[in-house]
T-cell receptor, first 110, second 114 residues
Protein backbone atom coordinates (compact mmCIF):
# COMPACT_ATOMS: atom_id res chain seq x y z
CA UNK A 1 0.00 0.00 0.00
CA UNK A 2 1.09 3.53 -0.73
CA UNK A 3 2.35 5.42 2.32
CA UNK A 4 0.92 8.73 1.15
CA UNK A 5 -2.44 10.46 0.90
CA UNK A 6 -3.22 12.92 -1.89
CA UNK A 7 -6.39 14.64 -3.10
CA UNK A 8 -7.99 12.84 -6.01
CA UNK A 9 -8.07 15.89 -8.25
CA UNK A 10 -7.29 19.59 -8.34
CA UNK A 11 -7.78 22.50 -10.70
CA UNK A 12 -5.40 25.39 -11.27
CA UNK A 13 -5.60 28.38 -13.60
CA UNK A 14 -2.96 28.67 -16.27
CA UNK A 15 -0.14 30.98 -15.22
CA UNK A 16 -0.83 30.55 -11.52
CA UNK A 17 1.17 28.48 -9.06
CA UNK A 18 -0.11 24.94 -8.60
CA UNK A 19 0.28 23.69 -5.03
CA UNK A 20 -0.16 19.94 -4.66
CA UNK A 21 -0.36 18.62 -1.08
CA UNK A 22 0.68 15.22 0.20
CA UNK A 23 0.37 13.64 3.62
CA UNK A 24 2.91 11.06 4.76
CA UNK A 25 2.33 10.95 8.50
CA UNK A 26 4.12 7.62 9.02
CA UNK A 27 7.34 8.63 7.27
CA UNK A 28 10.58 7.45 8.88
CA UNK A 29 13.78 9.43 9.30
CA UNK A 30 15.60 7.79 6.40
CA UNK A 31 12.75 7.88 3.91
CA UNK A 32 12.76 10.26 0.97
CA UNK A 33 9.77 12.06 -0.52
CA UNK A 34 9.57 11.81 -4.30
CA UNK A 35 7.25 13.39 -6.84
CA UNK A 36 6.55 11.99 -10.27
CA UNK A 37 3.96 12.88 -12.86
CA UNK A 38 2.38 10.96 -15.69
CA UNK A 39 1.00 12.76 -18.70
CA UNK A 40 -1.69 10.68 -20.40
CA UNK A 41 -0.14 7.24 -20.99
CA UNK A 42 3.46 8.36 -21.17
CA UNK A 43 6.08 7.01 -18.79
CA UNK A 44 6.15 8.55 -15.31
CA UNK A 45 8.40 11.60 -15.27
CA UNK A 46 10.63 12.30 -12.29
CA UNK A 47 10.08 15.79 -10.89
CA UNK A 48 11.91 16.24 -7.60
CA UNK A 49 12.79 14.55 -4.31
CA UNK A 50 13.92 15.53 -0.84
CA UNK A 51 14.67 14.25 2.64
CA UNK A 52 14.30 17.13 5.10
CA UNK A 53 15.15 20.38 3.41
CA UNK A 54 13.12 22.20 0.83
CA UNK A 55 14.31 21.56 -2.70
CA UNK A 56 14.02 23.45 -5.96
CA UNK A 57 14.90 22.57 -9.52
CA UNK A 58 13.97 23.81 -12.96
CA UNK A 59 10.60 22.08 -12.84
CA UNK A 60 9.27 22.62 -9.35
CA UNK A 61 9.82 23.28 -5.66
CA UNK A 62 9.28 20.79 -2.86
CA UNK A 63 8.34 22.09 0.56
CA UNK A 64 8.59 19.56 3.41
CA UNK A 65 7.17 20.43 6.82
CA UNK A 66 9.50 20.44 9.79
CA UNK A 67 7.91 17.29 11.23
CA UNK A 68 8.15 15.73 7.74
CA UNK A 69 4.59 14.47 7.94
CA UNK A 70 3.48 16.37 4.88
CA UNK A 71 4.84 18.10 1.82
CA UNK A 72 3.76 20.36 -1.02
CA UNK A 73 4.86 20.30 -4.63
CA UNK A 74 4.78 23.73 -6.21
CA UNK A 75 4.68 24.31 -9.95
CA UNK A 76 5.40 28.05 -10.03
CA UNK A 77 3.69 29.00 -13.30
CA UNK A 78 1.38 26.24 -14.45
CA UNK A 79 0.83 25.72 -18.17
CA UNK A 80 -1.60 23.50 -20.03
CA UNK A 81 1.22 21.00 -20.53
CA UNK A 82 1.32 20.46 -16.75
CA UNK A 83 -2.03 18.69 -16.88
CA UNK A 84 -1.17 15.22 -15.56
CA UNK A 85 -1.50 12.79 -12.68
CA UNK A 86 0.98 13.70 -9.94
CA UNK A 87 2.27 10.99 -7.61
CA UNK A 88 3.76 11.64 -4.18
CA UNK A 89 5.88 8.70 -3.07
CA UNK A 90 7.85 7.80 0.03
CA UNK A 91 10.90 5.58 -0.42
CA UNK A 92 12.84 3.97 2.38
CA UNK A 93 16.24 2.30 2.52
CA UNK A 94 14.84 -1.05 1.50
CA UNK A 95 12.40 0.33 -1.05
CA UNK A 96 14.26 -0.22 -4.25
CA UNK A 97 10.90 -0.27 -5.96
CA UNK A 98 8.44 2.62 -6.17
CA UNK A 99 4.96 2.05 -4.79
CA UNK A 100 2.56 4.24 -6.72
CA UNK A 101 -0.74 5.30 -5.20
CA UNK A 102 -3.59 6.84 -7.14
CA UNK A 103 -2.05 10.31 -7.29
CA UNK A 104 -3.67 13.69 -7.88
CA UNK A 105 -5.15 14.46 -11.25
CA UNK A 106 -4.22 18.09 -11.91
CA UNK A 107 -6.25 20.03 -14.46
CA UNK A 108 -4.79 23.29 -15.71
CA UNK A 109 -7.59 25.56 -16.85
CA UNK A 110 -7.04 28.07 -19.68
CA UNK B 1 13.76 12.36 -23.03
CA UNK B 2 14.57 10.25 -19.97
CA UNK B 3 17.37 8.32 -21.69
CA UNK B 4 15.61 4.99 -21.11
CA UNK B 5 14.68 3.24 -24.37
CA UNK B 6 11.96 0.64 -24.66
CA UNK B 7 11.09 -1.41 -27.72
CA UNK B 8 8.72 -2.10 -29.25
CA UNK B 9 6.32 0.77 -28.56
CA UNK B 10 3.29 -1.33 -29.44
CA UNK B 11 2.75 -5.05 -29.55
CA UNK B 12 -0.39 -6.88 -30.60
CA UNK B 13 -0.62 -10.62 -30.19
CA UNK B 14 -3.03 -13.42 -29.34
CA UNK B 15 -3.76 -15.40 -26.23
CA UNK B 16 -1.32 -18.20 -25.52
CA UNK B 17 1.56 -16.50 -27.28
CA UNK B 18 4.91 -15.36 -25.92
CA UNK B 19 6.52 -11.93 -26.30
CA UNK B 20 9.74 -10.23 -25.29
CA UNK B 21 9.96 -6.59 -24.27
CA UNK B 22 13.32 -4.87 -24.34
CA UNK B 23 14.76 -2.04 -22.26
CA UNK B 24 18.01 -0.10 -22.54
CA UNK B 25 18.79 1.85 -19.37
CA UNK B 26 20.30 5.32 -19.19
CA UNK B 27 24.03 5.40 -19.72
CA UNK B 28 25.76 4.62 -16.42
CA UNK B 29 22.68 3.16 -14.71
CA UNK B 30 23.19 -0.31 -13.27
CA UNK B 31 19.70 -0.95 -11.93
CA UNK B 32 16.67 -1.75 -14.07
CA UNK B 33 13.05 -2.04 -12.95
CA UNK B 34 9.93 -3.30 -14.68
CA UNK B 35 6.42 -2.03 -13.95
CA UNK B 36 3.00 -2.92 -15.30
CA UNK B 37 0.17 -0.44 -15.67
CA UNK B 38 -3.29 -1.72 -16.39
CA UNK B 39 -6.51 0.26 -16.26
CA UNK B 40 -7.81 -1.32 -13.09
CA UNK B 41 -4.55 -1.83 -11.19
CA UNK B 42 -2.51 1.32 -11.63
CA UNK B 43 1.29 1.14 -11.73
CA UNK B 44 2.58 -2.10 -10.21
CA UNK B 45 6.20 -3.04 -9.61
CA UNK B 46 7.20 -6.35 -11.19
CA UNK B 47 10.93 -6.95 -10.76
CA UNK B 48 14.31 -5.25 -10.35
CA UNK B 49 17.78 -6.19 -11.56
CA UNK B 50 21.06 -4.71 -10.47
CA UNK B 51 24.20 -5.31 -12.53
CA UNK B 52 22.85 -8.56 -13.91
CA UNK B 53 21.44 -9.97 -10.69
CA UNK B 54 17.82 -10.07 -9.55
CA UNK B 55 17.45 -7.76 -6.56
CA UNK B 56 13.75 -7.45 -5.79
CA UNK B 57 10.55 -9.09 -6.88
CA UNK B 58 7.05 -7.67 -6.80
CA UNK B 59 3.75 -8.85 -8.19
CA UNK B 60 5.25 -10.77 -11.08
CA UNK B 61 3.41 -13.80 -12.38
CA UNK B 62 5.21 -17.11 -12.84
CA UNK B 63 4.46 -16.85 -16.57
CA UNK B 64 6.64 -13.74 -16.65
CA UNK B 65 10.41 -13.67 -16.40
CA UNK B 66 13.16 -11.14 -16.87
CA UNK B 67 16.88 -10.88 -17.14
CA UNK B 68 19.59 -8.26 -17.37
CA UNK B 69 22.45 -8.84 -19.73
CA UNK B 70 26.17 -7.95 -19.37
CA UNK B 71 25.64 -4.80 -21.43
CA UNK B 72 22.96 -3.90 -18.83
CA UNK B 73 19.98 -3.98 -21.16
CA UNK B 74 17.04 -5.97 -19.85
CA UNK B 75 14.31 -8.10 -21.33
CA UNK B 76 10.91 -8.98 -19.91
CA UNK B 77 9.47 -12.23 -21.24
CA UNK B 78 5.74 -12.81 -21.05
CA UNK B 79 4.42 -16.26 -21.93
CA UNK B 80 1.07 -18.05 -22.18
CA UNK B 81 -0.47 -14.64 -22.61
CA UNK B 82 -3.98 -13.97 -21.34
CA UNK B 83 -6.40 -11.16 -22.11
CA UNK B 84 -5.70 -9.70 -18.70
CA UNK B 85 -2.03 -9.19 -19.56
CA UNK B 86 -3.00 -6.31 -21.84
CA UNK B 87 -1.32 -3.32 -20.28
CA UNK B 88 1.43 -0.76 -20.52
CA UNK B 89 4.80 -2.12 -19.45
CA UNK B 90 7.36 0.40 -18.26
CA UNK B 91 11.03 0.04 -17.65
CA UNK B 92 12.93 2.37 -15.35
CA UNK B 93 16.59 2.69 -14.45
CA UNK B 94 18.70 4.27 -11.74
CA UNK B 95 22.38 4.40 -10.94
CA UNK B 96 22.43 1.82 -8.14
CA UNK B 97 18.88 1.64 -6.78
CA UNK B 98 19.53 3.52 -3.55
CA UNK B 99 16.52 5.41 -2.24
CA UNK B 100 18.21 8.79 -2.75
CA UNK B 101 18.49 8.21 -6.51
CA UNK B 102 15.52 8.80 -8.77
CA UNK B 103 14.29 6.18 -11.18
CA UNK B 104 13.88 7.38 -14.75
CA UNK B 105 11.18 5.78 -16.84
CA UNK B 106 10.95 4.89 -20.49
CA UNK B 107 7.90 5.57 -22.63
CA UNK B 108 6.65 2.02 -22.25
CA UNK B 109 5.46 -0.82 -24.43
CA UNK B 110 1.72 -1.08 -24.99
CA UNK B 111 0.77 -4.75 -25.13
CA UNK B 112 -2.61 -5.70 -26.55
CA UNK B 113 -3.82 -9.29 -26.35
CA UNK B 114 -6.58 -10.19 -28.79
Amino acid sequence: DAKTTQPTSMDCAEGRAANLPCNHSTISGNEYVYWYRQIHSQGPQYIIHGLKNNETNEMASLIITEDRKSSTLILPHATLRDTAVYYCIVRGNRDDKIIFGKGTRLHILP
Amino acid sequence: DSGVTQTPKHLITATGQRVTLRCSPRSGDLSVYWYQQSLDQGLQFLIQYYNGEERAKGNILERFSAQQFPDLHSELNLSSLELGDSALYFCASSVTGANNQPQHFGDGTRLSIL
